[in-house]
């Protein structure tokens, strides 16, 4: 039986989508000008291919991240939808919640803390990726406090 085999359609779909939908949630937690969002989004980029380096081919996470890699080239996947930013977090962590549901009985302790630590790593980067506030550069946060409090309510949806 493959990963993905352990998991109803459901709960994969809510494995696939935790980490991009947090991620989103996170960079919207502070908006920021059009080139630091693009660089948050390189940062969503960035911790996929980071975990697809460090994940074994067959592990969960493994799986999890070929999957968003084959999606991401995938012309045929239709409308995106539109959602505010509020939307958008309380489906991030609504998420995190079935993905975390989904993952206490169906994998090891391990496979299921590397996927849900992976996930936070990559809201880190996004709230790295860019200083908010400030002016020309100058002050501004490289995290803001919005930020981290969706950080923490991630990663308390996503139990751990």
């Given at each position: 039986?493959?990963?993905?085999?352990?998991?109803?359609?459901?709960?994969?779909k809510s494995?696939?989508?935790?980490?991009?939908?947090?991620?989103?949630?996170?960079?919207?937690?502070?908006?920021?000008?059009?080139?630091?969002?693009?660089?948050?989004?390189?940062?969503?980029?960035?911790?996929?291919?980071?975990?697809?380096?460090?994940?074994?081919?067959?592990?969960?996470?493994?799986?999890?991240?070929a999957e968003?890699?084959?999606?991401?080239?995938?012309?045929?996947?239709?409308?995106?939808?539109?959602?505010?930013?509020?939307?958008?977090?309380?489906?991030?962590?609504?998420?995190?919640?079935?993905?975390?549901?989904?993952?206490?009985?169906?994998?090891?302790?391990?496979?299921?803390?590397?996927?849900?630590?992976?996930?936070?790593?990559?809201?880190?980067?996004?709230?790295?990726?860019?200083?908010?506030?400030?002016?020309?550069?100058?002050?501004?946060?490289?995290?803001?406090?919005?930020?981290?409090?969706?950080?923490?309510?991630?990663?308390?949806?996503?139990?751990?």
């Amino acid at each position: 039986m493959s990963v993905k085999e352990k998991f109803t359609p459901d709960e994969w779909k809510s494995l696939i989508k935790a980490p991009l939908l947090a991620a989103y949630a996170v960079a919207g937690a502070a908006p920021s000008k059009q080139d630091d969002f693009m660089r948050e989004m390189a940062a969503v980029a960035d911790g996929i291919v980071e975990g697809e380096q460090r994940a074994a081919q067959d592990s969960l996470l493994g799986t999890v991240i070929a999957e968003i890699v084959a999606n991401a080239g995938d012309e045929a996947r239709g409308q995106t939808e539109k959602l505010s930013l509020d939307e958008v977090k309380v489906r991030a962590l609504d998420t995190c919640r079935a993905a975390a549901a989904a993952l206490a009985s169906k994998i090891s302790a391990e496979e299921a803390y590397e996927y849900k630590r992976w996930v936070l790593v990559v809201t880190e980067k996004v709230a790295s990726a860019a200083k908010e506030g400030g002016l020309f550069g100058y002050g501004g946060e490289q995290i803001s406090g919005s930020e981290i409090a969706t950080i923490n309510e991630i990663g308390e949806a996503i139990s751990i």
